[in-house]
């Protein structure tokens, strides 16, 4: 454990250094996104979903949307790091070096389960190191929540193996796993999903592989009912946001496939090269294991993760475009290089099963070729390293600031919301002439500016305002209007209903006369206080079954 733990620190200590690299692809938002959730997480807000300080203050829908997993464990460093960290990167960046470690660990603890002791540390170091796992997920592209995801697959095939030797702890473990793994990433959930369903099949006994696939596949679904808080919303919630902006043309998944010509050494063409040199590894070292004709059990399980490498790369090719096609939700995970994410298991799962066998006689060459595949892996994650932060190297100004509070939420956007307020010079002198948080009240009548209103309190999900109007009156509240925003007066209890203002959609409301205390909430609609039901009863029955398991357990002990 030590030394897994050393190994991860030593190849991400510079995001404990300087944070998440501020010159990958999407760092700048996973750190706005952290700073305002754990914020609001601190405040008291147990799941913050509407973060209200983004887009200069307008608020976003961001984890209505975006798993929390993530933003949750960086936020336990927020406390720590908030004097020195103004930005969130530092936050950010301990996050990941907690994800890398805790892959690690996870690794082993699966590999242990299939082989021997330096076989699994062999196996969960190269999971580390593994270049789509380090130098482009962390260090290329700053893909945090997907970086998270690489935790939960092996505990989830840990489960899938206990399944299979029936073990008591297994059913409930799988269905947590999995849970985590949705809370982590949803695309490569959806990439990932079929492996452990196909594992428990394949690799189980003759006489148990329906009653075993079907075990895995039910504890799955209870995985996802435990992970509903997060995910019903974003199935029952996406005509709430503008989805073309999501699935645009730069995220066109046809635009990603391996092997279209790339300029040299962009991003296309470093995703090209660390695929095919794990697609080698993974072909190179079962063709060795085969060789040596292991054990059926072991060759198996070999077969198995050759298979699984294989098929993962199959759907990061042109090759797979007709089953992009004709499955619909394999367009919504936009690059086809999500699927690396499973090669990178298989990687470490056949590098375990090698590693007695690298180490035959016959097998020398084979070490030489390892060898020298492994100093190129380390010499890909310390470039990625080295060219990720603005410390390190010369980029443009704009391209090394750290901190902009104007940057829009681009792929968040509320379907009310203008689009012109997504151009940054539109959006200042929106800003201008109406600040974030501002208040207007004007006559329903004729629109000329009557009596006051003011802000009591300002909470992310609700505001409470001080209304005096001589007359009944409109009310704008600059702030993103989104579906269940609603208003309530104090003193009588009458609801008011809110809608977004035309053209930029924020909120407004049709107030009475008088003087009174106006409530205005984002309410919980049916998808989230679905979500939150399902989660519960989902949790009560995986608690019911590990009780029933840790009785069974003290009950057949002590009857032998």
Not at 527 to 555: D, M, T, W, Y
Request: hydrophobic share 50%; aromatic share 12%; glycine share 6%.
């Amino acid at each position: 454990m030590l030394l897994i733990v050393a190994v991860a620190l030593l190849v991400c200590w510079p995001v404990l250094i300087h944070g998440v690299p501020n010159l990958a692809h999407d760092s700048s938002q996973h750190a706005r996104w952290d700073k305002s959730f754990a914020q609001q997480l601190w405040a008291g807000e147990w799941y913050p979903r509407w973060l209200a300080s983004q887009n200069g203050g307008l608020g976003a829908p961001v984890f209505f949307f975006y798993p929390p997993l993530p933003s949750y464990a960086s936020s336990v460093f927020r406390p720590l790091l908030a004097a020195r960290d103004p930005g969130g990167w530092l936050q950010v960046g301990c996050g990941c070096a907690l994800a890398l470690v805790l892959s690690g660990v996870a690794a082993y603890f699966w590999l242990r389960s299939l082989t021997t002791p330096g076989a699994a540390l062999f196996g969960a170091i190269l999971y580390v190191i593994a270049p789509y796992h380090l130098a482009i997920d962390l260090y290329n592209r700053g893909a945090v929540s997907e970086f998270w995801s690489f935790v939960w697959l092996p505990l989830v095939m840990l489960a899938v193996d206990g399944v299979i030797q029936r073990r008591r702890w297994a059913f409930a473990g799988l269905s947590c796993s999995y849970a985590l793994l949705l809370f982590s990433h949803f695309g490569v959930t959806l990439c990932f999903s079929a492996v452990p369903v196909a594992a428990a099949f394949l690799l189980s006994e003759r006489g148990r592989k329906m009653r075993t696939t079907l075990t895995t596949a039910v504890a799955m679904t209870l995985g996802a009912g435990l992970a509903s808080v997060f995910v019903l919303p974003v199935l029952l919630g996406e005509h709430n946001i503008h989805m073309e902006l999501i699935l645009d043309d730069f995220c066109d998944y046809r635009k990603w496939f391996l092997f279209q010509i790339p300029s040299p050494l962009d991003f296309k063409t470093r995703v090209l090269f660390v695929t095919l040199s794990m697609v080698i590894w993974v072909c190179g070292l079962s063709w060795l294991c085969l060789r040596f004709r292991p054990q059926p059990r072991e060759r198996s399980r070999v077969a198995f993760y050759l298979g699984v490498g294989m098929t993962a790369f199959f759907f990061t090719t042109q090759a797979s475009a007709p089953l992009w096609r004709v499955l619909p939700y394999l367009k919504d995970l936009q690059f086809p290089y999500r699927f690396d994410t499973v090669l990178t298991l298989a990687v470490a799962a056949v590098s375990a099963l090698a590693f007695s066998y690298i180490r035959q006689p016959g097998a020398r060459p084979w070490l030489v070729v390892a060898s020298l595949f492994l100093v190129a892996w380390m010499a890909a994650d310390g470039w990625a390293a080295v060219s990720a932060f603005s410390e390190w190297r010369q980029v443009p100004s704009e391209r090394a600031q750290r901190v902009d509070p104007l940057q829009h939420e681009r792929f968040l956007w509320p379907q009310s919301a203008s689009l012109r307020l997504l151009e940054r010079s539109f959006l200042e002198q929106y800003l201008a002439a109406h600040p974030a948080r501002s208040l207007e009240l004007r006559s329903a009548a004729d629109g000329q500016p009557i009596g006051r209103a003011s802000v009591a309190d300002w909470q992310p999900r609700r505001i409470v305002l001080d209304v005096d109007a001589p007359e009944p009156g409109r009310l704008t509240i600059n702030h993103l209007y989104y579906a269940g925003w609603r208003g309530r007066i104090g003193a009588s209890g009458q609801a008011i209903s809110a809608k977004p203002t035309s053209p930029d959609g924020m909120i407004e409301m049709d107030v009475p006369r008088g003087h009174y205390s106006l409530s205005v909430e984002l309410a919980r609609e049916g998808p989230e206080k679905a979500g939150i039901a399902i989660s519960i009863c989902s949790a009560l029955i995986v608690l019911v079954i590990a009780a029933a398991g840790v009785i069974g357990r003290r009950q057949a002990t002590s009857i032998s």
